[in-house]
């Protein structure tokens, strides 16, 4: 008998369409009724003249400039790692995983002691995050203490150009901060052409929830724009405080927000690659916190991205990170629900994985912790292949009643097939105590130590010394 080969890749869904209806156009209404405040001279300037309505500060933009620029903006965003290569693809429903941005502590992962951020920790975040095959992309994780924070952003997005082959997200306080990131990227890619091939880094920029723009955030979206670089808008609205209470009620202000920067981005250059998406999360009542671990942040993060699917637009989300100190239970417990919850719903560039204490410390333990997790996810998301090799009915006649598998030729096809952890323990009781009893902690030491012992491929000697001649006029 001759079976059909079917799959079925696992899917979470958690609107329906006719509330991912009521949702878009209830973020219409916020635009064309509410609208955002910004007070950038060429930006009221451009969307003025494209057909909204600006009234000093206050921008009400119109349904159909919204829709016009959905339509304008690529559906797919392709990144690439520093040789070249086109290793990330932003579209439907594929995720990619990566670490986090602008921590400002650290977790010494082999002593576990907390102190400040330093640019020498940007180095071992990045190798870790080159060592660990499911981030497919990286960003630069923390805020350098010990440099001028004048210099900061720069010097750490040069220790993750030099430290990881992998694409870039980054962020930075201004718009000359951009263009020497932008230029070091080129540096790197090869070139102007070679960078819009496969782009070897993406800006992310913030409108500070509620609905409002500040002048650098404006002069970064515009830059970016007019040079093609990939762009995320990214809010970050907190229920109770800076959206409202009800997800429904935050997640339509976060979208607006989103999209009010990708019409001004497209005003700017039409078919610009832009990425939208909102950080929607809960205040914390008990602690004022902005939670990312909370349960409630996994489902506004899985319906944005539906309604990112909705608009054909890539998708920025995040998932694997926590509330915890440190890399515990608890922070297990919540990178594991937000990492299934983002593949299952089709998240596509999915960030901070391996942040602690809802964002204030990056972790390389707890990067490596997620990293396993993420294994986990991608043994899960093909589902169960259904053929003739799989349903095996030849072979269990074969063996029929009362026999065994062990031996078996299809055993020995199909073995491999399971996943296996070298960090998660599933010896025999007495085994574990003959190997030395070593527990869950000392084994993420291990594994965390062997990851920032890796050796990234070096750049060439000629890139390196042109960075360092770049870094001279930063000063």
């Known amino acids: 008998m001759i079976y059909e080969n079917l799959t079925f890749r696992p899917r979470l869904s958690v609107l329906s369409e006719d509330q991912g209806e009521q949702l878009h156009l209830a973020t219409l209404e916020v635009l064309e009724r509410t ?3 910004l007070t950038h001279p060429r930006a009221l300037e451009l969307l003025h003249g494209a057909g909204a309505r600006v009234d000093g500060d206050r921008v009400r933009i119109p349904s159909w400039m919204v829709e016009d620029a959905v339509r304008q903006a690529p559906p797919r965003v392709v990144l690439g790692n520093r040789d070249g290569r086109r290793t990330v693809f932003l579209e439907g429903d594929k995720s990619w995983f990566g670490p986090s941005l602008d921590c400002i502590d650290y977790l010494d992962p082999l002593t576990d002691e907390r102190r400040r951020f330093v640019s020498d920790d940007c180095r071992i975040t990045a190798t870790v995050a080159d060592a660990l ?24 997005a040069k220790q993750v150009f030099t430290y990881t082959e992998k694409p870039l997200v980054f962020c930075c306080k201004d718009v000359g901060s951009v263009q020497d990131v932008y230029e070091m990227a080129l540096l790197v890619a090869g070139g102007e052409d070679q960078f819009g091939q496969a782009p070897t880094c993406v ?26 670089i990939p762009l995320i808008n990214f809010p970050a609205p907190q229920a109770g405080s800076t959206a409202p209470t009800t997800a429904a009620g935050e997640i339509v202000q976060g979208s607006a927000e989103s999209l009010s920067g990708l019409v001004l981005a497209q005003l700017a250059n039409p078919g610009v690659p832009f990425i939208y998406g909102a950080f929607a999360t809960v205040m914390d009542m008990r602690t004022t916190i902005f939670s990312y671990g909370a349960p409630e942040m996994s489902l506004m993060v899985a319906a944005l991205a539906q309604m990112a699917q909705r608009y054909e637009l890539p998708f920025f989300g995040t998932a694997g990170c926590s509330d915890a100190k440190f890399p515990d239970p608890q922070a297990a417990a919540e990178a594991a629900f937000s990492c299934l919850a983002s593949a299952l719903v089709g998240a596509n560039l999915i960030h901070d994985s391996g942040w602690l204490d809802h964002g204030s410390v990056a972790s390389p333990g707890h990067m490596v912790l997620v990293n396993e997790i993420l294994e986990m996810v991608g043994q899960f998301m093909p589902g169960i292949a259904v053929n003739d ?18 031996e078996h030729e299809h055993t020995y096809a199909h073995f491999k097939d399971v996943w296996y952890s070298d960090l998660f323990d599933r010896t025999i009781y007495q085994e574990w105590v003959d190997q030395g009893e070593q527990r869950f902690a000392e084994r993420l030491r291990e594994r965390t130590r062997q990851a920032m012992e890796h050796e990234p491929a070096p750049l060439p000697e000629d890139v390196l010394a042109e960075m360092e001649r770049m870094a001279e006029h930063w000063e």
């Open 35 to 37: 609208g955002v405040q």
């Open 203 to 228: 800006h992310y920029s913030e409108p500070i929830s509620p609905l409002l723009y500040y002048e650098p955030a404006v002069e970064k979206i515009l830059f970016c724009a007019e040079r093609g």
């Open 133 to 156: 095959p499911n981030y497919t992309w990286v960003m630069t994780i923390g805020m350098a203490d010990d440099v001028p924070a004048d210099l900061a952003d720069r010097i750490i």
């Open 389 to 406: 090799e799989t349903l095996a009915l030849d072979v269990i006649d074969e063996i029929g009643p009362g026999g065994h598998y062990l």
